[in-house]
């Protein structure tokens, strides 16, 4: 059974930093692309970052590039986004997700290219 939680939300100050973490299980998602999500409240959910299954090529939202990062350990079969100088437009339930391609491409963001998600963790930005 494949089991993909993710951890690490908070409640934060503008301008501060955050780590999301992920856990894959169940399912060997070295050789797969994987993501982070997020849905603020009344909004569609919408891409934040996607890394390739070797790590060698991310992809970020505009509005995250330059504060976020995106990372992965395959060895521990995990996955992070290092977020800094937080918004409170960051503020949304952010999703981790494992890809049923190696690669993220242009097309990353389409949903249809993730078969596995996990439940979800909160970050609230606070201004």
């Known amino acids: 059974q494949v089991r993909v939680v993710e951890s690490g939300g908070d409640l934060v100050q503008a301008g501060g930093s955050l780590r999301l973490s992920c856990t894959a299980s169940?399912?060997?998602?070295?050789?797969?692309?994987m993501a982070w999500f997020r849905q603020a409240p009344g909004k569609e959910r919408e891409g934040v970052s996607c890394?390739?299954?070797?790590?060698?090529?991310?992809y970020y939202q505009d509005s995250v590039r330059g504060r976020f990062t995106i990372s992965r350990d395959n060895a521990k079969n995990t996955l992070a986004l290092q977020m800094s100088s937080l918004k409170p437009e960051d503020t949304a339930m952010y999703y981790c997700?494992?890809?049923?391609?190696?690669?993220?491409?242009?097309?990353?963001?389409?949903?249809?290219?993730?078969?596995?998600w996990g439940q979800g963790t909160q970050v609230t930005v606070s201004s």
């Open positions: 997700a494992a890809s049923a391609y190696g690669d993220c491409t242009a097309v990353w963001r389409r949903e249809v290219r993730y078969p596995y």
């Open positions: 169940g399912v060997t998602s070295v050789g797969y692309a």
């Open positions: 890394i390739s299954r070797g790590g060698d090529f991310t």
